[in-house]
């Protein structure tokens, strides 16, 4: 199972982007996703989650900036965000609990991050 993770770049404080991660590879059942961060000197945090059934959760500070939404049909999850400030600034990993095709075993992976710059 592979996640590739795309849509980060360079924006000014204000401005918009939209992230996207698709998932490949022997594929039953992707149950819950979800969007991490991490900047320079700091540990990961989570940003946004959604389970299979589209229930969402966020960290406070990206509350009405940040949608989190996936296609199931596409093995994909994705993170619009808005109103970019330049603490949001950090290299942005998706992750999905993944049920493998065959063993129906359940594992977490973690796409190769985008970096997501937000300039004052």
């Known amino acids: 199972v592979q996640l590739q993770a795309s849509g980060g770049g360079l924006v000014q404080a204000g401005g918009s982007l939209r992230l996207s991660c698709a998932a490949s590879g022997s594929i039953f059942r992707i149950n819950a996703m979800g969007w991490y961060r991490q900047a320079p000197g700091k540990q990961r945090e989570l940003v946004a989650h959604i389970t299979r059934g589209s229930s969402t959760n966020y960290t406070d500070s990206v509350k009405g900036r940040f949608t989190i939404s996936r296609d199931n049909a596409k093995n994909t999850v994705f993170l619009q965000m808005n109103s970019l400030k330049p603490e949001d600034t950090a290299v942005y990993y998706c992750?999905?609990?993944?049920?493998?095709?065959?063993?129906?075993?359940?594992?977490?992976?973690w796409g190769q991050g985008t970096l997501v710059t937000v300039s004052s």
């Open positions: 992750n999905a609990d993944v049920v493998a095709t065959g063993t129906l075993d359940q594992a977490s992976y």
